[in-house]
Nanobody, 120 residues
């Protein structure tokens, strides 16, 4: 069965860093575009960063440009989000998302999310 499991969230002080991981299984990871989303309490879920299946192109939401880096290791079926210079407004549940082909249709899969809290 398809599974996306995030890890690495936690409590960090403003200015600190955190690295999130998302381990995938049950599908051909190297054929899927991967992305990270976040949802703060009481707000809409928003795209944070995305990376193509081969890892040759990335894009970022304006609030995280220059601070966050998305990467992937197709040999380990894992996508990462390195978060630096964290601020309180980065506090949210972070989830990974996979989009790609399978069984004559496109599929979208979501992980369960991991909490990131930035506070002093």
């Amino acid at each position: 069965q398809v599974q996306l499991v995030e890890s690495g969230g936690g409590l960090v002080q403003p200015g600190g860093s955190l690295r999130l991981s998302c381990a995938a299984s049950g599908f051909t990871f190297s054929s899927y575009t991967m992305s990270w989303y976040r949802q703060a309490s009481g707000k809409e879920r928003e795209l944070v960063a995305a990376i193509t299946s081969a890892g040759d192109s990335t894009n970022y939401a304006d609030p995280v440009k220059g601070r966050f880096t998305i990467s992937r290791d197709n040999a380990r079926n894992t996508v990462y989000l390195q978060m630096n210079s964290l601020q309180p407004e980065d506090t949210a549940v972070y989830s990974c998302k996979a989009v790609g082909p399978g069984n004559w249709r496109w599929y979208t899969y979501w992980g369960q999310g991991t909490q990131v809290t930035v506070s002093s």
